[in-house]
């Protein structure tokens, strides 16, 4: 059983789309993530949930909008990509906002912007 | 910034030798963690350790912390090629909601 899943595993677009990802933890966990992992494998935290709350939203543009219909999901929609926007994109669980609790990710979405 | 360095960036040794990795970091830390992630795939939690710990084990693994100096180190003993991966540190934010991670250690494990 998968514990933190997300779709799709591959994205490939043309740049001004419209892309969502989806992604689901089945580990009863309060807190969500979404990372960026850049062709270096840097990876950068874009966003956070709490019991579908935000609470960290770092500096990410506007045509990122994370939604969490409950804390079990947390979607990414991309509007108007860019070819910037290319990386993999990693969503993540943890419990207690991750003090002391390790993450726990998905397989990641490998999205290219054409 | 990232919050993490790690050192080296690659590593390339032989099945059975040890490996070690180095990971530093800016700002007071709570705990630090390491992560592995296969090609592929996701990051793996592999071992916190807090910083009141100087030395933590879990198999074949092996993390120091040294708060004074804000650094950590990764020892794999006995290295095998499964555990060719990428490996990171992290650390928490004092508030929570916020795990950053270091650029990696790419090890590559030659059978």
């Known amino acids: 059983d998968t514990a933190v899943s997300q779709t799709p595993k591959y994205l490939v677009t043309q740049m001004g789309n419209d892309k969502s990802i989806k992604c689901e933890q089945n580990l009863g966990h309060d807190t969500m993530y979404w990372y960026k992992q850049d062709s270096k494998k840097f990876l950068k935290i874009m966003f956070s949930?709490?019991?579908?709350?935000?609470?960290i939203n770092e500096t990410v543009p506007n045509r990122f909008s994370p939604k969490s219909p409950d804390k079990a999901h947390l979607n990414l929609h991309i509007n108007s990509l860019e070819l910037g926007d290319s990386a993999v994109y990693f969503c993540?669980?943890?419990?207690?906002?991750?003090?002391?609790?390790?993450?726990?990710f998905g397989n990641g979405t490998r999205l290219t912007v054409t | 910034s990232q919050q993490g360095e790690e050192d080296p960036q690659a590593l390339s040794i032989q099945e059975g030798e040890n490996a070690t990795m180095n990971c530093s970091y800016k700002t007071s830390i709570n705990n630090l963690q390491w992560y592995r992630q296969n090609s592929g795939r996701g990051l793996v939690h592999l071992i916190l350790?807090?910083?009141?710990?100087r030395e933590k084990h879990s198999g074949r693994l092996r993390v120091t912390l040294d708060t004074s100096k804000k650094s950590s180190s990764l020892l794999i003993t006995a290295s095998r090629a499964a555990d060719t991966a990428s490996y990171f540190c992290?650390?928490?934010?004092?508030?929570?909601?916020?795990?950053?991670f270091g650029a990696g250690t790419r090890l590559f494990v030659k059978a």
């Open positions: 993540a669980s943890s419990q207690e906002g991750g003090r002391g609790s390790p993450l726990h």
């Open positions: 350790i807090r910083s009141n710990e």
């Open positions: 949930y709490n019991n579908k709350e935000l609470i």
């Open positions: 992290a650390t928490d934010a004092i508030g929570g909601f916020k795990t950053i």
